[in-house]
């Protein structure tokens, strides 16, 4: 119980936003190539709650660069109970890299929700094409990354661990596809990340070491040759579950770790 | 640990990775071997095989033909870990540790083809009996080229058999129901959604008001080249901190009132 507490103690996963009046949204991941195109599927969210006015009716997507710079925040209007699949391309400025990360608020959080003191959250669904195929690969939000107030300031939402952690993939890397490790930091501090690629025995293959600044993105490339590998990423990230991307010519597969 | 699935749709073989290493280096520090069980229910009864053990740090893939015993047709078989053999026999599930929290213990999930996979991390757990279900999926492919499936995965605690009614609505039209489809308990029933009508705009809502389940939106390309896999969250997931489980309630009532529901 006591080893257990000092990893635990003041170290929730995420906290709560400070201002009453915040949205929250995952930091998802864009990824904008010849090979891959990113789309987002926008619900209104406070509309399954109770009707609202036209007025409600839009999100506001914050984007950042592969550094975490905020490059562009664009609102969008959106019907309730309607979905809508965004095409991130369209509204990407022009310029940036092949890949960032971008939040998705709502408008407002509903009065039932807020009641009961709790937040609107975007931890929707992306889909990503790859090489033009017609068929999105669909990948869910997985952590309450960032909150957006009233007055628009931004709030990251991620803690931080006292201690350095340890996240293993329960996943085995194989041969012949390649194999991108996508992870983002939603702490308002700069973060090191370190991948380490082993063989099944525990021998250490590759090592890949990163700086991430606040709501920044990196790959991780891995393209095993003959063998199965396992990863782990090891930070001050209470949790680096990463974004997985597998592919082959002819497809891909994505998901969280 | 919880319950690993051996999944199935059409066109496609389920396979599941069991790994004997923890997500991460704090909460599950034991490095021993672990048996490796296949548990499914018939005849009012959960049966358990234990056949083989993991050492740890190892990872091993299952299909079904992989694994020797030769269980009743139509199941859901499903894998778990544990430190010592599951009752061969018992009137509950039986009982697996589920050591690590952030994150959960996990498996890949994974369907594959001769020239496509797609896969996810999950686990599944027993969910209670009188639970419902309510889901807003936007994961239907609406191309003329993919093929979308509903696979509803369901486990309960007891093994005696039962079923329910899935409706879909579109939730923009509450009044006129889509279809409604039977599920069934401690299964993996697939349902083909390509008759719907649904419109790339269209939001649907499943409801359920007898069991609670994953809802998992399988899309395979014509040629089975691509192929997709994502489950959708529990209404919970809209809402953060405070009395989010409240806010299901509310969702689940609101739209139980909304929906016309027989």
């Given at each position: 119980?006591?080893?257990?507490?000092?990893?635990?103690?003041?170290?929730?996963?995420?906290?709560?936003?400070?201002?009453?009046?915040?949205?929250?949204?995952?930091?998802?991941?864009?990824?904008?190539?010849?090979?891959?195109?990113?789309?987002?599927e926008l619900t209104s969210i406070p509309s399954l709650f109770?009707?609202?006015?036209?007025?409600?009716?839009?999100?506001?997507?914050?984007?950042?660069?592969?550094?975490?710079?905020?490059?562009?925040?664009?609102?969008?209007?959106?019907?309730?109970?309607?979905?809508?699949?965004?095409?991130?391309?369209?509204?990407?400025?022009?310029?940036?890299?092949?890949?960032?990360?971008?939040?998705?608020?709502?408008?407002?959080?509903?009065?039932?929700?807020?009641?009961?003191?709790?937040?609107?959250?975007?931890?929707?669904?992306?889909?990503?094409?790859?090489?033009?195929?017609?068929?999105?690969?669909?990948?869910?939000?997985?952590?309450?990354?960032?909150?957006?107030?009233?007055?628009?300031?931004?709030?990251?939402?991620?803690?931080?661990?006292?201690?350095?952690?340890?996240?293993?993939?329960?996943?085995?890397?194989?041969?012949?596809?390649?194999?991108?490790?996508?992870?983002?930091?939603?702490?308002?501090?700069?973060?090191?990340?370190?991948?380490?690629?082993?063989?099944?025995?525990?021998?250490?293959?590759?090592?890949?070491?990163?700086?991430?600044?606040?709501?920044?993105?990196?790959?991780?490339?891995?393209?095993?040759?003959?063998?199965?590998?396992?990863?782990?990423?090891?930070?001050?990230?209470?949790?680096?579950?990463?974004?997985?991307?597998?592919?082959?010519?002819?497809?891909?597969?994505?998901?969280?770790? | 640990?919880?319950?690993?699935?051996?999944?199935?749709?059409?066109?496609?073989?389920?396979?599941?990775?069991?790994?004997?290493?923890?997500?991460?280096?704090?909460?599950?520090?034991?490095?021993?071997?672990?048996?490796?069980?296949?548990?499914?229910?018939?005849?009012?009864?959960?049966?358990?095989?234990?056949?083989?053990?993991?050492?740890?740090?190892?990872?091993?893939?299952?299909?079904?033909?992989?694994?020797?015993?030769?269980?009743?047709?139509?199941?859901?078989?499903?894998?778990?870990?544990?430190?010592?053999?599951?009752?061969?026999?018992?009137?509950?599930?039986?009982?697996?540790?589920?050591?690590?929290?952030?994150?959960?213990?996990?498996?890949?999930?994974?369907?594959?083809?001769?020239?496509?996979?797609?896969?996810?991390?999950?686990?599944?757990?027993?969910?209670?009996?009188?639970?419902?279900?309510?889901?807003?999926?936007?994961?239907?492919?609406?191309?003329?080229?993919?093929?979308?499936?509903l696979l509803f995965l369901n486990l309960e605690k007891s093994?005696?058999?039962?079923?329910?009614?899935?409706?879909?609505?579109?939730?923009?039209?509450?009044?006129?129901?889509?279809?409604?489809?039977?599920?069934?308990?401690?299964?993996?029933?697939?349902?083909?959604?390509?008759?719907?009508?649904?419109?790339?705009?269209?939001?649907?809502?499943?409801?359920?008001?007898?069991?609670?389940?994953?809802?998992?939106?399988?899309?395979?390309?014509?040629?089975?080249?691509?192929?997709?896999?994502?489950?959708?969250?529990?209404?919970?997931?809209?809402?953060?901190?405070?009395?989010?489980?409240?806010?299901?309630?509310?969702?689940?009532?609101?739209?139980?009132?909304?929906?016309?529901?027989?």
């Amino acid at each position: 119980m006591l080893r257990l507490a000092t990893w635990k103690i003041c170290q929730p996963l995420t906290v709560a936003p400070s201002s009453p009046s915040s949205v929250v949204s995952d930091l998802f991941v864009w990824r904008n190539t010849t090979s891959f195109k990113t789309y987002f599927e926008l619900t209104s969210i406070p509309s399954l709650f109770n009707r609202i006015s036209t007025s409600e009716q839009y999100v506001t997507i914050s984007i950042f660069n592969a550094y975490g710079v905020k490059v562009s925040d664009v609102k969008l209007s959106i019907d309730s109970c309607r979905r809508q699949t965004l095409d991130l391309s369209r509204i990407l400025p022009k310029g940036l890299d092949s890949h960032g990360t971008f939040a998705v608020f709502h408008s407002h959080t509903p009065s039932p929700v807020r009641s009961l003191n709790s937040f609107v959250a975007e931890r929707g669904y992306v889909g990503y094409s790859y090489n033009s195929s017609a068929l999105l690969s669909y990948v869910h939000g997985n952590l309450d990354a960032i909150a957006r107030s009233a007055d628009t300031s931004l709030q990251m939402l991620g803690g931080n661990s006292l201690r350095r952690r340890s996240y293993m993939l329960q996943h085995l890397l194989k041969p012949p596809y390649n194999y991108e490790i996508a992870i983002v930091n939603p702490t308002k501090s700069t973060q090191d990340i370190r991948c380490d690629v082993l063989s099944l025995n525990g021998t250490l293959k590759q090592k890949f070491k990163t700086t991430l600044q606040s709501r920044a993105l990196h790959l991780f490339q891995v393209s095993p040759c003959h063998e199965l590998l396992k990863v782990v990423l090891h930070s001050k990230l209470i949790m680096a579950r990463p974004l997985v991307f597998r592919s082959i010519y002819s497809g891909l597969d994505v998901f969280h770790g | 640990m919880s319950f690993f699935p051996i999944l199935s749709a059409p066109s496609c073989v389920g396979r599941t990775t069991l790994s004997n290493f923890p997500p991460n280096n704090w909460e599950h520090l034991s490095k021993r071997p672990v048996f490796v069980n296949l548990t499914w229910s018939s005849d009012s009864l959960w049966h358990s095989f234990t056949f083989e053990e993991l050492p740890f740090g190892m990872a091993k893939s299952y299909t079904l033909s992989d694994i020797p015993s030769n269980i009743p047709e139509g199941v859901l078989p499903l894998l778990s870990l544990s430190s010592s053999p599951l009752p061969e026999r018992s009137e509950v599930i039986p009982s697996v540790p589920r050591p690590n929290q952030l994150p959960s213990w996990r498996a890949s999930l994974e369907l594959f083809s001769e020239s496509a996979s797609t896969s996810y991390q999950g686990e599944l757990d027993p969910f209670p009996e009188n639970a419902s279900l309510l889901s807003f999926p936007p994961l239907i492919q609406t191309h003329p080229t993919i093929k979308n499936f509903l696979l509803f995965l369901n486990l309960e605690k007891s093994p005696i058999a039962r079923n329910a009614t899935l409706q879909i609505f579109r939730s923009a039209d509450t009044s006129s129901r889509l279809d409604e489809f039977i599920i069934a308990n401690n299964s993996i029933t697939c349902v083909s959604l390509d008759s719907l009508n649904i419109q790339s705009n269209d939001l649907p809502v499943l409801v359920s008001k007898n069991m609670s389940g994953i809802p998992l939106f399988l899309a395979i390309s014509d040629s089975c080249t691509s192929m997709s896999l994502e489950h959708t969250h529990p209404p919970a997931s809209f809402v953060i901190h405070g009395k989010r489980w409240e806010a299901q309630k509310y969702l689940k009532i609101r739209w139980s009132s909304l929906l016309e529901i027989i």
